[in-house]
Structure formats: structure tokens, C-alpha cells
């Protein structure tokens, strides 16, 4: 036995128990009452603490660049560091084929890269930026290769057009996969787009009035449409309105497999951040929305007036980042244009400490915090049982949570290679105070303890 974890309160999705945690080798062997360790067992004592699994981020963007002007702020280091920060132990990115490039030869391209620099363990989602019979028949060599989960949308320059959708869902569908979509209406935030800075109206406010409430929902309601029609599991990424809630609340009460993350950006903010002098810093699609939708978001958080229906598996089923960020110099660029802004931001680092703050303060269980950031994503991207969990043969993914700490967030305090940060000043109730990953420390009161090249490819299969 490496390490023992005595005297804490383990908080899985399930419940709470009063128990010590072994780890030998990476793993849990043991969670239990009364452990006792071995002669070279290193024991730390989590008396008033919570031992949690750590989070699950589904959805970063590290080391990602549009054409040779705009790169985020982190790489697979920087970003993988700052998750460790913030107790998250296991982040699934995204590779997209470029130039005509197979999906095997762009996923090897990623996974180099990342390779060397991860702190934590990592998947990759398989993004498509077209769709043609040659890449859908490679969807099963790469599926085979643990990539089971596919990334379409429906704006931006590489959306997909209905038929290419549906070619996908139903490819996806043969194979058991998961295709995730990012839902905003292209033509009528466009055409928005246009008029405004026709009209001169160029701030990052008009970002937001470009692409509100009505223009996620009409994509969501049609994205849900053609997974119903073809059957295949699907995932509405950054869900961020009230109206496109209602919709997949529906399509799940009447049984379809259908699944929507929302991100802390929107349960915390709305789109008053863009009237901030400094709100394009913060300019990210789908924008924030106003304060109905972060109601009715939060009110699906907390599984309130679900009658009988498991709130595990209904309304919002995960709470992932989407960290994206950008330096303001890359922001800049759009203070006269906000079509002219690089859309992201931060989060990775932020992600649990907000969620189990706000159970902390009474809002929703720590069972619920965990299952929403940890165990739901682990199980519906096919990390689980390894992850996502405490318990003897998962792995030592381990977050020690003190529920009596304070913590403000600021830039200064952070892990992340960004320059500012939308949490600043934010303050916690409750803050992590070590992260293991497989049994290493990778976290400890502040400071990053990890190392580059720790983290290793998850094989995920569903
Ligand atoms: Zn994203």
C-alpha cells in the first residue's frame, strides 16, 4: 500500500460514508474502516474533510488554434495543470481533421502532442468539420481505437448542413456512439451579425443580441429531431437556454437517449457580463443568457419539481467546462468588431470549486455535485468504472475537499496560462486542498505538485 487516506467522509454520487481510502499502485484497493497501513504506507489524515472522486471534464479546448492568428492561452501542460488545481483528474479534448487528413492520422497528430505535456489523464473526441463517405467509413477503425464519441455543429465555417447530420447520427447510431453538437441556428445569427455592424452596433453586447435565447433553441429543437428520427445518443454541448432545456427535458421523458451539459459560465453569469467595459474578454458562443435561463438551467441543476423521474438521467445531466480561453491581446482585436473576437473562456480550474461551493452552501447535495461533474460524465463517455468514483479497483483519482476553507479566485491564484479571468473576485465556500491522479500527488494547498507526461490516454468504449 503506497498511500492512506484516514478519517474523511467519502461522497460518491450514491452517498456518504465515513472511510479511509488505500491506494497501491494507482489504484483504490480498499475503501474501508479501520485500514491499516503498511510499513512504507505514506498516510494522511482527512479528518473534517471530504475525499471525492475527481472531476471529469468532458469539454476542453487546450492547444487549439484558428488558422495562424488566434492560439489559446493553454496548452495540453498549462491547461492539464490548472485542472489538477482545481481537482479535476481526467479531461476528454477534441481533435478535427484538417486537410484531408484520415481520422486515425489526425487523432496519432493530437495525441502526440499531448502526450508528452498531460498532468492528468485524458480522452479526445473526434470533431467533423465535413462529411464524406470516406470518413464515415473510418468512424469504426477509430471507435475501435477508444474514440467513441463524435463533434458536429451546426454554425460557424465548418457547420454541417441537415443532411450531413443525419449522415453521421445514423452512422454513429450502427455503431454505438455518441455524437455531441454544438446548437445554434447559422443563418439567423448571421444574418444578426450582418445588421449589426451594418449599423455600426459593433460592441461585445451585440454578440450576445445575435445569437440569444430564440437561436440556440431553434438548433437544439432541430438537432433533437433528427436524433429522434434516426434513434442515435446525443449530446447538447454548453446547453445555455431555458427554451432548448424544455426541449431535451421533453424528448427525454419520452424515453429517447438524450443527454445536455451546461457549463459554470452559465450557471453563474448572464449576459450582463458583455455590457462590462472589458465583456469581450468574455465573448464565448453560445453567449450567457439572461436571467430566466440561468433559473431554469439551476432549477434543473438541483433536480427541484422532477416528481418521480431520477434526476440523474434527466434535464441537465452534466456541468463540463468548454475552457477556451484566450489573452486579451487576442481579444482586443475585436474591441471595434465583435465578429472579429476569438469566442472562448476559462473554466477548467473553476468547474468543481464552484459546484461543491455551492453545495457547500446548501444548494444542492455533494452527491449531486459529484454526479454532475464527475460520475454522469465519467459512465455517459465510457470512463466509468475506472473513473468517476471512490471505490476498491477504480482508479486513485482522488480530490481532498476542505468545507471550512475560504477562497477567492483571482488570476494571481490560478494555474492557467491566461492573463485575467472572468471568476475574479468570486468567492468560494469550500476549496480543494490536494488532488491525486492514480495516486499522485498532483495538487497540494495552492501549488501544483504534478508532473508533464503523467497523464495517460483513456481508451474509452461505450
Ligand atoms: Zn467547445
Redesign the pocket.
Known amino acids: 500500500m503506497d498511500l492512506l487516506i484516514k478519517n474523511g467522509i467519502v461522497v460518491n454520487a450514491e452517498g456518504r460514508c465515513a472511510a479511509d481510502v488505500a491506494v497501491s499502485d494507482g489504484k483504490i484497493i480498499k475503501v474501508g474502516q479501520n485500514i491499516l497501513p503498511g510499513a512504507m504506507t505514506e498516510e494522511v489524515d482527512a479528518s473534517g474533510l471530504l475525499v471525492l472522486p475527481g472531476a471529469v471534464d468532458v ?3 487546450f492547444e487549439l488554434s484558428f488558422g495562424d492568428i488566434f492560439h489559446t492561452a493553454d496548452d495540453f501542460y498549462s491547461g492539464t495543470r490548472a485542472a489538477a488545481c482545481g481537482g479535476v483528474t481526467t479531461v476528454i479534448d ?1 481533435v478535427t481533421p484538417e486537410n484531408n487528413e484520415s481520422l486515425i492520422a489526425a487523432f496519432n497528430k493530437r495525441n502526440y502532442f499531448a502526450e508528452s505535456k498531460v498532468c492528468i489523464d485524458y480522452g479526445l473526441h473526434m470533431g467533423f468539420s465535413e462529411v464524406n463517405d470516406k470518413l464515415l467509413d473510418e468512424m469504426q477503425e477509430i471507435v475501435n481505437t477508444g474514440v467513441p464519441s463524435f ?1 458536429v455543429f451546426t454554425t460557424y465555417a465548418f457547420k454541417l448542413n441537415d443532411d450531413e447530420l443525419k449522415r453521421v447520427f445514423m452512422n454513429a447510431k450502427k455503431l454505438n456512439a455518441l455524437v455531441m453538437v ?1 446548437a445554434e441556428d447559422h443563418e439567423a445569427l448571421e444574418a444578426a451579425k450582418a445588421e449589426f455592424i451594418k449599423d455600426g452596433k459593433t460592441d461585445a453586447w451585440h454578440h450576445y443580441l445575435s445569437r440569444p435565447e430564440a437561436v440556440e433553441a431553434k438548433a437544439v429543437k432541430k438537432v433533437i429531431e433528427l436524433a429522434m428520427e434516426t434513434g442515435v445518443k446525443l449530446y447538447i ?2 446547453l445555455a437556454c431555458a427554451e432548448g432545456l424544455a426541449a431535451v427535458e421533453q424528448a427525454q421523458a419520452e424515453g429517447y437517449p438524450i443527454y445536455a451539459e451546461t457549463c459554470p459560465q452559465y450557471l453563474n453569469f448572464t449576459s450582463d457580463v458583455f455590457k462590462r467595459p472589458d465583456g469581450r474578454n468574455f465573448v464565448c458562443s453560445p453567449p450567457m443568457k439572461g436571467i430566466e435561463s440561468r433559473d431554469a438551467l439551476w432549477d434543473s441543476v438541483t433536480g427541484c419539481d422532477r416528481g418521480t423521474i431520477s434526476p440523474t438521467y434527466f434535464g441537465i445531466n452534466t456541468v463540463a467546462t ?1 475552457h ?1 480561453p484566450f489573452r486579451s491581446t487576442d481579444k482586443d482585436r475585436g474591441k471595434d468588431d465583435f465578429t472579429m473576437i476569438p469566442n ?1 473562456v476559462m473554466g477548467v480550474e473553476n468547474l468543481y470549486p464552484y459546484m461543491l461551493s455551492e453545495a457547500n452552501r446548501g444548494r444542492i447535495s455533494f452527491e449531486r455535485a459529484v454526479e454532475l461533474c464527475s460520475s454522469n460524465p465519467a459512465v455517459i463517455f465510457g470512463c466509468s468504472p475506472a473513473k468517476g468514483l471512490i471505490a476498491q479497483g477504480a482508479d486513485a483519482d482522488i480530490l481532498i475537499y476542505d468545507p471550512g476553507k475560504e477562497f477567492t479566485v483571482s488570476q494571481k491564484n490560478m494555474h492557467s496560462d491566461i492573463d485575467y479571468t472572468i471568476w475574479e473576485g468570486t468567492k468560494f465556500k469550500g476549496y480543494p486542498v490536494r488532488t491525486y491522479s492514480r495516486g499522485l500527488l498532483v495538487y497540494k494547498d495552492g501549488e501544483f505538485t504534478g508532473k508533464a507526461g503523467h497523464g495517460r490516454f483513456i481508451r474509452r468504449f461505450m
Open positions: 469539454h476542453t479546448h477534441f463533434k454544438h454541448v454548453h468548454d477556451c472562448g
